[in-house]
Structures are given as C-alpha cells and as structure tokens.
T-cell receptor, first 114, second 109 residues
Framework: EAQVTQNPRYLITVTGKKLTVTCSQNMNHEYMSWYRQDPGLGLRQIYYSMNVEVTDKGDVPEGYKVSRKEKRNFPLILESPSPNQTSLYFC?????????????FGPGTRLLVL | RKEVEQDPGPFNVPEGATVAFNCTYSNSASQSFFWYRQDCRKEPKLLMSVYSSGNEDGRFTAQLNRASQYISLLIRDSKLSDSATYLCVVPYGGFKTIFGAGTRLFVKA
C-alpha cells in the first residue's frame, strides 16, 4: 500500500529536550516536505527536499532541522524545542515532476512542548 | 495581501444545498491549483486539481479565474459526509507550496 508514515503520532516533551519526528514514504517520490498546522493559520511549510541531500527552507524553518540521507526518509529534528513549537506536524511527499503533482500526506504528529 | 486567502466560514448548510467557496491568491505566475479536504485535524487529501479554466468531478466543480486571481469550489447536493475543512493550495515556484487557512463546512440533516 502506497503511504507516508510518521512517528511518533503523539508526543509530549519538555522545553529543550531534543526530539526527532520520523517520516518515511514507500512511493519512491523525489520530493518531501514538512508542514506545521496551527489554528487559524493553515498549513505552513517548514522545510522541503527535492531529492537526497538536497533540502531548502520553507516559510517557517526557525528552530527546525531536516536531513535527507535516503530517498524514502525525511526526519524533522527539533534541537531545542520550545512551547511555540507545539503544533500538529505533517510530512508529505510527491513525485518531482513539477508543482502540479499531488502531495500525499502522513497521518500527522501532535506535539506538545511544556 | 496574503499569498492565499480563504473565507474561514463556517458555512452551515442543509443537506441537498449548493455551496461555494472562494480562494484568492497573489502569485500571478501560478499555473496549477488544488483543493484538499481535511477531516477533524487528520491529514489533508486531494479533492481536485485545477490547471485551466476549471474541472468537474461528480458533485464538485472547481473553477479558475486568472484575471481576478481566484479559484472557487462548488459543491452541489451537499451530503452530511461533505462536512470537513476545505483547503485551497497554490504552488509558488517549483517546490514552495502555500496553503490557505481553510474553509469549514458543516452540512446538517
């Protein structure tokens, strides 16, 4: 089954404790992206990756890091989480054919930073 | 002007009604547009793509007005199951994607 998986699905942590949210896709997509969703603001792009070892900042990259060492995986790293990073996070992937391609989303990760 | 702007609603309509949402965008160079549906903070899922003047899929019609820089989504014969948040999505350049904040729809029996 074609899918995007994220782990963990729910996470409660404390300020400053490093965490990683994993994302994996089995569709051989070149392009992957991370979004956060907050009430009234919609989804905002954090980082995206066009292929292995190629990443770039989205609209809200501050406080986040990513890596793309393998095509299928695109982890999101919060080196020192803060309460304003409490949010719902989605990973997405699509083929790299162009902006017109459909994005497929993971189920989301709900993060609470105390 | 926001890059992508939607009326947040909520739209409360009875079953069987026709409802329309608008979405305005600021980047005149955008060539493709999307409507995604999102249920109760679950992952967004593609509803329709719009590449030219419009697209129709059953009860759903999406239209594009490039001159005025807006796209619309029309839902005919609303069902209870259409209750969701509808997200307007506009790619900006090759890989940057801007989502609208979403329009909430409640369909009542």
């Amino acid at each position: 089954e074609a899918q995007v998986t994220q782990n963990p699905r729910y996470l409660i942590t404390v300020t400053g404790k490093k965490l990683t949210v994993t994302c994996s896709q089995n569709m051989n997509h070149e392009y992957m992206s991370w979004y956060r969703q907050d009430p009234g603001l919609g989804l905002r792009q954090i980082y995206y990756s066009m292929n292995v070892e190629v990443t770039d900042k989205g609209d809200v990259p501050e406080g986040y890091k990513v890596s793309r060492k393998e095509k299928r995986n695109f982890p999101l790293i919060l080196e020192s989480p803060s309460p304003n990073q409490t949010s719902l996070y989605f990973c997405a992937s699509r083929t790299g054919g162009g902006p017109g391609e459909t994005q497929y989303f993971g189920p989301g990760t709900r993060l609470l930073v105390l | 002007r926001k890059e992508v702007e939607q009326d947040p609603g909520p739209f409360n309509v009875p079953e069987g009604a026709t409802v329309a949402f608008n979405c305005t965008y600021s980047n005149s160079a955008s060539q493709s547009f999307f409507w995604y549906r999102q249920d109760c903070r679950k992952e967004p899922k593609l509803l329709m793509s719009v590449y030219s003047s419009g697209n129709e899929d059953g009860r759903f019609t999406a239209q594009l007005n490039r001159a005025s820089q807006y796209i619309s989504l029309l839902i005919r014969d609303s069902k209870l199951s259409d209750s969701a948040t509808y997200l307007c999505v506009v790619p900006y350049g090759g890989f940057k994607t801007i989502f609208g904040a979403g329009t909430r729809l409640f369909v009542k029996a």
